[in-house]
């Protein structure tokens, strides 16, 4: 099942992405829609969905059996799993396991994987049940992707994290080349606030500055949320930057401004 395949003859120059789940439909549906189904029909992404119940082999098309040595739930089979992935010709690589133990998915991730291009694509085995057999893990992927600190009773919904936030990365998804960039997380810090018409809402104005028409004051004001944001909700992204002395040395007046002190020789020494 192929949600961008097909498109320039079956032969995509976006970067393709092999899925291997028992919900094909699932996936397959997520992807024709919206921002991933235009990614799809512009040849910038294609998504490649295979079914792991075309690797069993009996006629109630099993995938799991009970665990050895006892426990609730089922765990799926090592077999069908190998069969069905080591059927894909040119399957591209690496090949991920969703899992919640698996390396912490983030903006960090999503870009290194938008990054290798077209041609380099990957893979995601989403896993089920109580668990996948051992053997998959050591032997058939190359590495576990967990898209946070909670169990889903499966890996459709993380696969699907992933491929939204990778393929809005690629150039020619989004419209606007610079909403990528100015996401909250791109540059480590959250996004400020964003208002549209009316300018004014059951008395609540949009912020003056933003109608000015000074662009260079409505710059400084959106970086100055997005710093006090940051420290508000999330002093831990503030505190990587800061370890990475990556805030410009306006960027830390502006938080002592505003009662956040930041440790001295933490900012970058070239202007910001
Ligand atoms: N499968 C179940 N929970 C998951 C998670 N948090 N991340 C990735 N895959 C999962």
């Known amino acids: 099942m192929s949600v961008g395949g097909g498109v320039n003859g079956g032969v995509s120059a976006g970067v393709r992405i092999d899925v291997f789940t028992i919900f094909p439909d699932v996936v397959t549906g997520y992807c024709a829609a919206s921002i991933l189904g235009r ?8 998504v490649r969905v295979h079914d792991l119940r075309s690797g069993a082999d009996d006629s109630r098309r099993s995938v799991d059996d009970s665990p050895f040595g006892g426990g609730a739930g089922m765990v799926l089979m090592a077999e069908p799993l190998f069969r069905c992935v080591e059927a894909v010709q040119d ?6 396991l969703l899992t919640p133990g698996g390396r912490r998915f983030d903006q960090g991730v999503a870009a290194e994987l938008a990054g290798r291009g077209p041609g380099n694509g990957f893979s995601l085995l989403c896993g089920r049940y109580e668990g996948v057999d051992q053997r998959v893990e050591d032997h058939l992927v190359d590495g576990e992707l967990s898209v946070g600190d909670y169990v889903l009773a499966g890996g459709e919904l993380a696969a699907l994290v992933v491929i939204e936030a990778v393929a809005r990365l690629l150039p020619g998804v ?18 400020y606030p964003q208002y549209t018409r009316p300018a004014e809402y059951r008395g609540w104005a949009v912020p003056e500055v933003l109608r000015s028409g000074d662009h260079s004051a409505v710059a400084r004001w959106r970086r100055t ?13 503030l505190e990587r ?11 830390v007046q502006t938080l002592a401004e505003h009662g956040y002190d930041v440790p001295s020789g933490a900012e970058r020494s070239e202007p910001g």
């Open 225 to 237: 949320e997005a710093l006090l944001r940051t420290a508000e909700r999330r002093p831990d992204l």
């Open 174 to 191: 989004l419209g606007n080349e610079d909403s990528a960039i100015d996401d909250s997380f791109s540059e480590g810090l959250l996004e």
């Open 241 to 251: 930057l800061v370890s990475a002395s990556a805030l410009s040395a306006s960027d």
């Open 91 to 96: 399957l591209p690589r690496p090949l991920y």
């Open 39 to 46: 990614a799809a029909q512009a040849g910038v992404l294609d």
